[in-house]
């Protein structure tokens, strides 16, 4: 080591380095999360690196991609991220998961965002997961009573293309998923859900009286 070399001086230089390196990882993480949730396509991919997009940290910002208050962006951005490899199929410890923060969200626009929802499910995210307050993902694009049905339409398609729907399965309330839906004011899903049943040789039963 060069004569009159501080070993405390270089300690603290690393230090700083760091402190100021991670600094600057934070505010990026900040940045890319914010622009996830509430930016542009353009804005998030300004500070997006690919490796953001795997493990825990990859899910949350799909889930914040999902919240997006413009459809286009929300598509845009949570493609993105599946294409570098967030986990589809990833669940919150409260039973959330992708299906449910794109099902429950109060702006959409159906037909553009119907294939990614298939993508979605196509990547194992589980339709039949129950949120202890919302339900089944089927159950709480259900309780969005701000659209009508024929809005919900293209949804609808994608989830009732899918051969594993649990639609008796106790979910909020104590009662089957269709139950819910038979409760909510929503008759062409109620009609659809139970042709699916029948197509299927299960026998639908009576409405709860409850």
Same mark, same amino acid.
């Given at each position: ?6 070993? +405390?001086?270089? !300690? ?15 505010? +990026? ?10 930016? *542009?396509?353009?804005?998030? @991919?300004?500070?997006? !690196?690919?490796? $953001? ?11 914040? &991609? ?13 493609? %993105? #991220?599946? $294409?570098?490899?967030? =986990?589809?199929?990833? +669940?919150?410890?409260?039973? *959330? ?6 099902? /429950? ?6 037909? &553009?965002? &119907?294939? #990614?929802?298939? %993508? ?17 993902? #089927?159950? +709480? ?15 609808? =398609?994608? @989830? #009732? ?13 104590? %009662? ?8 909510? /004011? !929503?008759?062409?899903?109620?009609? !659809? ?6 197509? %299927? ?6 409405? $709860?009286?409850?």
């Amino acid at each position: 080591m060069p004569a009159g070399t501080d070993h +405390t001086s270089m !300690r603290h230089h690393d230090v700083g380095s760091d402190h100021e390196s991670d600094h600057e990882e934070v505010a +990026t993480v900040s940045s890319t999360s914010h622009a996830a949730s509430m930016g *542009t396509a353009e804005e998030f @991919l300004a500070g997006y !690196r690919p490796a $953001d997009a795997v493990g825990v940290d990859g899910h949350r910002l799909v889930e914040l &991609a999902l919240t997006n208050d413009d459809p286009g962006a929300r598509i845009s951005i949570a493609s %993105r #991220l599946l $294409d570098d490899g967030a =986990d589809p199929a990833a +669940t919150d410890d409260d039973g *959330t998961n992708l299906l449910h923060v794109l099902l /429950g969200s109060r702006s959409h626009d159906f037909e &553009a965002e &119907a294939p #990614l929802l298939g %993508r979605l499910l196509d990547g194992g995210a589980d339709p039949n997961a129950v949120h202890r307050k919302f339900g089944t993902p #089927l159950e +709480t694009l259900a309780a969005v009573f701000k659209f009508g049905e024929p809005e919900l339409t293209p949804f609808y =398609d994608v @989830l #009732l293309a899918r051969p594993d729907l649990d639609l008796l399965q106790v979910s909020v309330y104590g %009662r089957t998923v269709l139950d819910n839906v038979r409760g909510w /004011g !929503r008759p062409e899903l109620t009609e !659809r859900l139970e042709e699916y049943l029948r197509a %299927r040789g299960v026998a639908v039963p009576a409405p $709860d009286p409850s």
